[in-house]
Every structure is written in structure tokens, then in C-alpha cells.
């Protein structure tokens, strides 16, 4: 089964066609694949996962994520596709600095329709004691917590919604090598259990023994970059 | 969670939010404020005298007329005869006639001399009468019956002693301290000038002016109570007087024939009439009041536009993150005139009771100064209307920065 499948895909910033951000001929990813990818500042990491986020529309091309082609989801739809089935993790600002812990993560539940009727406290509570963020801190304006915490609350806010796929954008970049450690291990054991794919773009090397697979975005994208 | 964000978002951004809602809060005090005692003050005017087919003085403007003889609001020019008075009463379109003789006051309240035709025929309102909380009308010359606020903010009650001052200034010098009158009845609240107001006979205004020349008692005077009580003190002037007609066909008739007395100078004016020339003089003055109020909320609008939008700024990776979760641009836009409305809520409560306070504060100021009897409730049919508006023109004033961020979030 095919997670994500990428053909003749184009994207750029401005309406010029000579100026391609993205541009990628084929490239796919199979379901419950971890896939690391790499590559220099400015080769358009950020722009790719956007595109499979559905953030940003192609420009050109087809673009299948979890067996939907999102070149023909309209903006409103590729949104509510993207709350459904993506969890997304930054290198920071994850959370809303001013909301709780809590309060962060219903966020994301509420543009979410899975299970919209049901009162997400408990699932929310049972992932931040699995990412041992201590009870005392949930009601914290996350913007008192330390970037460790932060970042494993935003694992907990990408895996509410239980998606199929996550993308996560240098994520550990921020975290010393203890929290980094933490964090690998907290993800890597929440992706097993959701069973779910795994985009993981950093510029840390050492990272990719974890994946099943290590790209380099140079030799995908025939693109300019950014 | 929409209104929790909205409102959480206020909070962390708690210093200019509370800017903002000061410059709104201050917009809308003065936009309800203006609407409020422009419409009470119509309504108070309006209520003062009911019934009434014309009031009766001394030859000046008619606005002046009705300001002194109903409202108690500034000085006759001259007295009228009680001559004229009396044929004029007496005449056969006539049904009833309630002389006003004004010029003395006690604390600042008016006192006025009158008959008992006064609480007979005189109605505010829809036609309402005058009745009595306690006691009844004055019988003998030193009785006085008071108007409802008189008795409750000086505290008086029936038996009472009541020193009336010559003028009237709130403080004055000449008393008439050697002939006070006695609380003899109290009147019902009627949210007009009456409730302001000392009612004595006319009897007992000539009894305590008898032995006074040019506005001082003359020295060595001897005269006694008893001595002025077996006088038969008939006025010789009053200050006006309010007529009602048998029919009200003949109110021209009577009118012009008053207008046109040979004895001496009166002028006979409409209650109605004389309003509508009074709003007619305010109502520039209305207008420019008005305008200044809304350029103060299109100034506060502006403010909280500005804001808001300086806040798109500083929210850019909150809106990138918001739109990662799944929030579609359109909820950005929402978002952020949610906020506008939340300030512009917050901005009308607090107005609200701002205004509340102060018409508490200034209600006797208005009363005493200007004869205005406004109401400290502010919520009237206008109230929805109101509501709908300020809230019509922050989703106005917010449109911008809720497009910047729908822009942001595309």
C-alpha cells in the first residue's frame, strides 16, 4: 500500500514557470514506511512538506497522499483532509503559547470530524502521561514550559487525531541531546503504535538509523529550492 | 474552543486590549450618553404638562414662558395682573385656570404659589392627576405641600416647620424666618418639576411679602400671624397661569384673544407648540452632539482596527500553526472579528455602567440646573438598536486586519 506518491510534481512561489521551487518526478512512500529526509537549507524542505500537507497546492502534477489526489481537493477540503489524517510537529512555535497543554491539543481535535462527539479529555490525558509530562504542567501556558516539554506536547497534539501520516519538520533541532533522545523515542514508539508513516526531515545525519529510509531532497527535487 | 481562543488571545495581549477597550468603552459612554439624555430630556419635557391648552404671562418669548412657568428653568420678565387673571378665568370658554406665582425658594427648591385648582385640574403624563403620598392639600395660608423629592432628600414629614427664602438662589440671606409654613401634605413622585417643587397658597405668599419692600422686610415691622390671618390677602400680581379650555376648537380663539388683551401685555402660548419651537432650537445642537459622539467611535474604531491589525503581525506563526491543525483561512477572518467583537462587548458593558454611574452622580445636577429628570435605566426600544449598530460597525472596522489574517492563512 502507498502512503504518498509524488508524479511530475511542480511548485512554485510566483506564476513563473522557470522558476520551480519543486520539482519532483516521481517519488513514493509505502504505508507505515519512516522515511528520513535531508538536505541543505534552502533545497525546499519546507515547501515539499507543505505540499504534502496539503498547506500549499501543486502547481503542476499529481499528488497522492494516503490514496487521495490533493491537486483535486479545493482548499477547504484539503484542510479538513489535512485535520483528519496529518499530524504535524515543527522545529518550534508547536503551540499556541498562551493556551494549556490541554487546551493545545483539543485544538487540534476540534477542526478534526473523527470521534466529534466524543469528549477527548481521557485520550488526551493517557498521551501526556505517556510522554511523561507531569500532571502539574497540563494547565500551564505552555509558553512556561521548557522547549522539551513543548515539543513532546506537540507529539501528543499531532497524535490526537490518531493520523496516518506525520510529518515532522526538524523537530529536534532545538533540543539538547538528552531531550532529543527523549523525543526520538517517544515518536518513534507512537508511530508503531498508531502504525503510522512517518515523514522526519533534519539536518542531524546521525538520526536516520532510526528510518527505514534516508533521502536526500538534493537528489529528489529537480527544483530551485528556497 | 472558537470563543476560548478568542478570548485567550485577548487575554495575552492584555496591555493594549485593555487600551482599546478604554478608547471604546469612553466612545460608547458618550454615544449612549448623548442618545440617553437627548431622549430622556424629550421625554421628560414632554411629560411635564399634560392637559394644559395654554399658559398664560407677561409678554416674552414663548419658549421662555414655558422654560419658567412649567419647568421652573430661569426668571420671568414681568408679572401679570391678578385682574387679567380673573376675567380671564371667569371667561365662558374657559373651564379652569391655576395661577403660578413664582420668586421664592427654599434650599434650592422652587416654591410656588398657587390655588386648589392646582392639584384639582394640573396632570402630567398621560393625563395623570396629582395625588397624595400623605396629607392633603394646604388649607391655611402657612401650609405648604411638598413635591416628592423635597420631603425625601431633606427628610421632612407632615408637621414639619419650613423657612422659605426670599429669591432663588440656593443660598440666600432673606428669609422669611418670622413666618415659616407647616408640612401639611406630601406629594406622589411624578418624575417632573412638581416633585421639586413647594406648593403654598397664594395667601400665604402675599403673607410673608406683606411687610417686605423691594425685596427686604421693612424695619420695625410688628404685624403678627394672627393679625395677617383676619387680612384678606388677594395677590395683586402672579407670574403666570395655565388655562383649560371647555373645547379645544376654541384654543386659537382664546389664544389670539388673549394675545391681543388691551389691559395689559400677555402672551398666551400652546404647551405643544412652544416644545416643538424648544426642540426645533436644540436640534443643531442635538445634530452636532450626535456627530461628535459617532466621530469618537469611528475614532475608537479606527484604534481597535489598528490594533488588531499590528496583532496579525505578531501572530504569524500562531496563524501558520492554526492553519497546520486544519483551521481554513475563513476561520482566521472569524477569529479575528470575534476578538473585535469580544472588545466591543466588553466596551458596551462596561459604557453601560460608566453611564449608569455617572446619570446617578449628576441626576440631581440635571434636576436643579436644567428641570431634566433623567432615568439612570438606559436600556429603552432604542437599546437593540443601539447594540446592533456598534457591533454593525466594529465587523466594519474589523474587516482589515480579518482579511490580513485570512491572507496570511491562504
Known amino acids: 500500500m502507498i502512503a504518498l506518491e509524488l508524479q511530475n510534481v511542480r511548485f512554485c512561489y510566483h506564476s513563473s514557470q522557470d522558476d520551480l521551487t519543486i520539482n ?15 538536505g541543505p537549507s534552502g533545497c525546499g524542505k519546507s515547501t515539499m512538506l507543505n505540499l504534502l500537507s496539503g498547506i500549499l497546492p501543486v502547481s503542476n502534477g499529481s499528488l497522492c497522499v494516503l490514496g487521495k489526489n490533493l491537486e483535486k481537493m479545493s482548499n477547504r477540503e484539503r484542510d479538513r483532509f489535512r485535520a483528519n489524517h496529518i499530524g504535524y510537529v515543527f522545529q518550534q512555535f508547536n503551540l499556541i503559547p498562551y493556551l494549556d497543554a490541554i487546551n493545545n491539543i483539543q485544538l487540534a481535535r476540534h477542526f478534526c470530524n473523527k470521534n466529534k462527539h466524543h469528549d477527548p479529555r481521557e485520550e488526551i490525558e493517557e498521551l501526556l502521561q505517556s510522554l511523561n509530562i507531569a500532571q502539574s504542567d497540563w494547565r500551564k501556558p505552555t509558553s512556561r514550559l521548557s522547549v522539551g516539554q513543548q515539543q513532546r506536547i506537540a507529539i501528543a497534539r499531532a497524535f490526537i487525531n490518531t493520523p496516518e501520516l506525520l510529518i515532522a519538520d526538524e523537530p529536534t533541532s532545538s533540543l539538547d541531546s538528552n531531550n532529543r533522545d527523549h523525543f526520538m523515542s517517544a515518536l518513534q514508539s507512537l508511530v508503531t503504535k498508531h502504525q503510522a508513516t512517518l515523514i522526519f526531515v533534519s539536518h542531524d545525519t546521525t538520526l536516520a538509523k532510526n528510518f527505514d529510509r534516508k533521502e536526500s531532497l538534493n537528489n529528489l527535487n529537480k527544483g530551485s529550492g528556497i | 474552543m472558537f470563543i476560548k481562543l478568542a478570548l485567550q488571545s485577548l487575554i495575552n495581549r492584555k496591555g493594549s486590549v485593555v487600551m482599546t477597550i478604554l478608547a471604546m468603552t469612553v466612545s460608547i459612554f458618550v454615544l449612549l450618553g448623548v442618545e440617553h439624555v437627548r431622549h430622556q430630556a424629550k421625554e421628560s419635557f414632554t411629560n411635564t404638562v399634560s392637559g394644559t391648552d395654554l399658559i398664560v404671562g407677561a409678554r416674552t418669548g414663548s419658549v421662555n414662558l414655558l422654560l419658567y412657568s412649567v419647568f421652573r428653568v430661569g426668571t420671568p420678565t414681568n408679572n401679570i395682573t391678578w385682574d387679567s387673571f380673573q376675567r380671564i378665568s371667569s371667561s365662558r370658554n374657559v373651564e379652569w385656570a391655576i395661577p403660578i406665582s413664582l420668586g421664592d425658594s427654599h434650599k434650592g427648591y422652587r416654591v410656588i ?27 391655611k395660608m ?44 406630601i406629594l406622589e413622585p411624578t418624575g417632573t418639576p412638581v416633585d421639586q417643587s413647594l406648593h403654598v397658597s397664594l395667601q400665604g405668599i402675599e403673607a410673608i411679602h406683606i411687610d417686605w419692600k423691594q425685596g427686604v422686610k421693612i424695619r420695625g415691622s410688628t404685624l403678627t400671624i394672627e393679625q395677617i390671618e383676619k387680612m384678606t390677602l388677594e395677590p395683586k400680581t402672579i407670574t403666570a397661569f395655565m388655562v383649560g379650555l371647555k373645547s379645544r376648537i376654541a384654543t386659537f380663539r382664546v389664544q389670539r384673544a388673549i394675545n391681543n388683551y388691551n389691559k395689559e401685555p400677555l402672551m398666551a402660548i400652546l404647551p405643544g407648540v412652544a416644545l416643538s419651537e424648544l426642540w426645533q432650537m436644540m436640534g443643531i445642537l442635538e445634530n452636532t452632539l450626535r456627530l461628535v459622539s459617532a466621530l469618537v467611535l469611528v475614532a475608537a474604531l479606527l484604534g481597535l482596527s489598528a490594533m488588531l491589525l499590528a496583532s496579525i503581525r505578531e501572530r504569524q506563526q500562531e496563524i501558520r500553526l492554526l492553519r497546520v491543525v486544519g483551521a481554513p483561512p475563513f476561520f482566521l477572518f472569524l477569529l479575528i472579528e470575534l476578538e473585535a467583537i469580544l472588545i466591543s462587548l466588553t466596551s458596551i458593558f462596561l459604557g453601560a455602567i460608566m453611564l449608569y454611574f455617572c446619570l446617578e452622580l449628576v441626576r440631581d445636577l440635571l434636576i436643579s440646573h436644567f428641570g431634566l429628570h433623567i432615568t439612570s435605566n438606559i436600556f429603552s426600544n432604542s437599546s437593540p438598536i443601539f447594540l446592533i449598530f456598534v457591533i454593525f460597525a466594529t465587523l466594519l472596522a474589523a474587516a482589515v486586519p480579518s482579511f490580513t489574517a485570512y491572507k496570511s492563512g491562504k
Open chain 1, 24 to 38: 519532483i518526478e516521481h517519488w513514493s512512500v509505502k504505508k507505515g514506511e519512516r522515511v528520513f529526509i535531508h
Open chain 2, 113 to 139: 404659589g398657587t390655588n386648589h385648582d392646582y392639584f384639582k385640574y394640573f396632570s402630567y403624563g398621560n393625563k395623570r392627576s396629582l395625588t397624595f403620598l400623605e396629607g392633603k392639600p394646604f388649607e
Open chain 2, 142 to 185: 402657612l401650609d405648604v405641600v411638598l413635591g416628592f423629592d423635597v420631603a425625601t432628600k431633606l427628610g421632612y414629614k407632615l408637621g414639619d416647620k419650613i423657612v422659605v427664602a426670599h429669591g432663588v438662589s440656593k443660598t440666600s440671606f432673606s428669609l422669611h424666618d418670622d413666618r415659616p409654613f407647616t408640612v401639611v401634605g
